[in-house]
Structure formats: structure tokens, C-alpha cells
T-cell receptor
Framework: NAGVTQTPKFQVLKTGQSMTLQCAQD?????MSWYRQDPGMGLRLIHY???????DQGEVPNGYNVSRSTTEDFPLRLLSAAPSQTSVYFC??????????????FGQGTRLTVV | DQQVKQNSPSLSVQEGRISILNCDYT??????FLWYKKYPAEGPTFLIS?????DKNEDGRFTVFLNKSAKHLSLHIVPSQPGDSAVYFC??????????FGQGTRLTINP
């Protein structure tokens, strides 16, 4: 039972490079989202999706793009990496409003360093 | 503008005693409140939640209390065990599965 799988676990980028953080879930969840965790600030929502083909911005969307072509996958793209994007990134999924469950299931995280 | 706040960065408790973690919020539109536990190099794992229309929810050693008039919730762990040592995040749900997190409290259980 894999749950939410994120790849890679670690990444070092140079300023200006682009990359895609991968996220996949095997629980057939409608909702998926991306958060970043910085010291002393908890987790902040970057982008989220309520179903295939539907995405929206969270609290800190600048510098990131997302798309949701399938229920299972929700990749996060960094367009031109900046040192301020050094962070730990978490992908999460949840069943959606219909089932009423509020909990989100998180992946193990991607630690990104931009130099 | 922090909508969810955990004012204690750290808490140290003796094994077997009660641990109480606190959380304050400002937005009355949150419909659920959740507690997550996080170990180093792992993702947050769900512990317990409470609907905004309830004032208490229990699950084994974990109890969450919600005081809507004070916009305050707390997580009680009793008895505390060494495996409870982790960072605890309070989160509030804001529609369409948007979670707003507090800064976290590092709980250390001493033998």
C-alpha cells in the first residue's frame, strides 16, 4: 500500500534551473495539493487540485506551476529556481468533500536546495 | 497574517504524564481542525481531528478539545510515551481541502 509517493527525495539545483517534483497517489483520491515547509513557518499551501483538469493557487504559488491530467499524478514544476525556493516540499491527497473525511495523507517529502 | 498559531515552539514532558499542546486560530469559517505528528525526514501523519460543531473528540490516548468562543484548541496525550516525541502541527481546514497549518510544537518525552 504505497499511499502518496514523491520523487526525488533530495535535489540540488542551480539558480535559474527548472525541474519537476513528482507526486503520485494510489488511493483514488480526488484532492491533491502541494505544501512547502520552512523553519518556524509550518506548512504553506502552494497549489491544489480538486480533480483531474482542475487546479488552483494556494497561499504561495509564485514561481511554481502545476497540472493534473490524471487522478493519480500531480507534478509540481519550478520554472526558474531561486534560493528562496530552498525548502522541503510535501505532496498530499485526500478523498474529497463527498466522503466528509477532513484528513490529508502526506508523502515523505522532497528536500530541495537551490544554490 | 497567521490564521493558525502554535505559540509554544517546544514542550518537554515526563514519560507517563499528560502532554498538552495548544493552538489558536482567527478564522471562524474553518470547518475542521486536525492534529498531525511529524518525525524527522518523514511526512506529517494524521493523528486526530474535530469538527467545528463539536467540543471534544477522543481516540485512545489522544483527546482534542475545541473552545470556539476562545478560538482555541488543544491536544491532550495521556499517558505520554517516548514514541510521542515528535513535532506536532495543528491545522485548520478552509474549504476544498485547503489546510492552514500552525508553526509546530516540538514535543520531547523524557524517560
Amino acid at each position: 500500500n504505497a499511499g502518496v509517493t514523491q520523487t526525488p527525495k533530495f535535489q540540488v539545483l542551480k539558480t535559474g534551473q527548472s525541474m519537476t517534483l513528482q507526486c503520485a497517489q494510489d488511493m483514488n483520491h480526488e484532492y491533491m495539493s502541494w505544501y512547502r515547509q520552512d523553519p518556524g513557518m509550518g506548512l504553506r499551501l502552494i497549489h491544489y487540485s480538486v480533480g483531474a483538469g482542475i487546479t488552483d493557487q494556494g497561499e504561495v504559488p509564485n514561481g511554481y506551476n502545476v497540472s493534473r491530467s490524471t487522478t493519480e499524478d500531480f507534478p509540481l514544476r519550478l520554472l526558474s529556481a531561486a534560493p528562496s525556493q530552498t525548502s522541503v516540499y510535501f505532496c498530499a491527497s485526500s478523498p474529497g468533500q463527498v466522503l466528509g473525511s477532513p484528513e490529508a495523507f502526506f508523502g515523505q517529502g522532497t528536500r530541495l536546495t537551490v544554490v | 497574517d497567521q490564521q493558525v498559531k502554535q505559540n509554544s515552539p517546544s514542550l518537554s514532558v515526563q514519560e507517563g504524564r499528560i502532554s498538552i499542546l495548544n493552538c489558536d486560530y482567527t478564522n471562524s469559517m474553518f470547518d475542521y481542525f486536525l492534529w498531525y505528528k511529524k518525525y524527522p525526514a518523514e511526512g506529517p501523519t494524521f493523528l486526530i481531528s474535530i469538527s467545528s460543531i463539536k467540543d471534544k473528540n477522543e481516540d485512545g490516548r489522544f483527546t482534542v478539545f475545541l473552545n470556539k468562543s476562545a478560538k482555541h484548541l488543544s491536544l491532550h496525550i495521556v499517558p505520554s510515551q517516548p514514541g510521542d516525541s515528535a513535532v506536532y502541527f495543528c491545522a485548520a481546514r478552509q474549504g476544498a481541502q485547503k489546510l492552514v497549518f500552525g508553526q509546530g510544537t516540538r514535543l520531547t518525552i523524557n524517560p
